[in-house]
């Protein structure tokens, strides 16, 4: 409220003192303003992809190239890679560019949790055909992102789900790759997610009609709660936007989630599946480590281990709940 106030007040003395300008003034400003915005646009585009930073791409080490001494792990790796090109070929042959297959009916399918976005297993997948070395198939599904992935859909999306699938993987793909495409694809649908996040407390929605910015959670949802599971699954790859884009906002959002928890209650030192994004209360007590609370747990565990464990916070809140769970 305080910040609300503060922008308020703050619009109102700007206001003030544009109306006490004269017209020529107002004009000399505005010119002035443009030219500025041309400028930052020229030199983001000198800076390398549009609107990005410079990143210094090192591959992973141990990523690709590796063969293993053991014959039989060896033999076991050709096999898996084997099954993986069956399910990619035959995706290919009768779904390419849908988010689906179904193997029976051997027909497309798209999900309704990625509303009119299409093409979720080519990008979940393209970070195990880069492991793989599968390059040919790698340089197929890198060249439809490039010309076929789009976000500009009228449609709700599960915030929870597209984060992991498309964001997370377009990231990987990226970390793998230095393929700019991913990056850029990766931060384009991150700020498209970000009004997710415009609640009183927030707490993100879990559904967002990625056109007009409108958020709504599932209606079951424990009186139009937000889950566990999803808000609490969003923070590894925010702050590897944060870190790709160069814009503070996206680790914000998901550290602001922590504070929230952190200033809850948590009955029995556990945290409720179901949290209101405009109270900031409990929906209810309900607590599970399977279905809509599991992965909040495993992502506290993988931020710290992601900050090459100096992110005490995740490890404090992860340890506290484990000792709670054991007893």
Do not use: C
Request: glycine content about 8%; charged content about 30%.
């Amino acid at each position: 409220l305080e910040r609300i106030r503060a922008d308020h007040e703050r619009a109102l003395r700007e206001a003030k003192e544009t109306l006490q300008k004269l017209p020529e003034e107002i004009r000399r400003d505005i010119r002035q303003d443009k030219e500025k915005l041309l400028q930052d646009a020229r030199g983001r585009k000198e800076a390398g992809a549009p609107g990005l930073p410079q990143r210094l791409f090192r591959q992973p080490i141990g990523a690709v190239g590796q063969e293993p001494a053991d014959p039989d792990v060896r033999q076991k790796r050709e096999k898996i890679k084997e099954m993986m090109k069956h399910a990619w070929d035959n995706y290919k042959r009768y779904a390419w560019g849908l988010n689906e297959l179904k193997p029976i009916s051997k027909q497309g399918h798209s999900s309704n949790l990625f509303g009119n976005i299409q093409g979720a297993t080519i990008v979940d997948a393209l970070d195990t055909l880069f492991i793989m070395e599968m390059k040919e198939e790698f340089k197929e599904a890198k060249e439809w992102v490039e010309k076929n992935l789009d976000f500009n859909v009228n449609a709700d999306i599960s915030v929870f789900e597209v984060n992991i699938r498309f964001i997370g993987g377009l990231l990987s793909a990226y970390y793998l790759s230095g393929e700019e495409v991913f990056r850029k694809k990766a931060v384009e649908l991150g700020e498209k997610l970000l009004p997710a996040f415009n609640t009183p407390t927030g707490i993100p929605w879990a559904l967002l009609n990625i056109k007009s910015g409108i958020g709504r959670n599932w209606p079951w949802a424990s009186g139009g709660s937000s889950i566990l599971a999803e808000f609490g699954t969003l923070h590894l790859e925010f702050v590897h936007l944060s870190h790709l884009s160069g814009n503070p906002v996206f680790a914000e959002k998901v550290m602001n989630i922590r504070k929230v928890l952190n200033r809850l209650d948590k009955p029995e030192g556990l945290y409720p599946n179901y949290l209101n994004p405009s109270s900031g209360q409990w929906g209810q007590h309900h607590v599970s480590i399977g279905g809509l609370g599991d992965s909040f747990y495993e992502y506290l565990l993988k931020a710290w281990l992601m900050s090459d464990k100096t992110d005490e916070d995740a490890k404090k809140m992860y340890y506290d709940a484990v000792q709670v769970n054991k007893t």
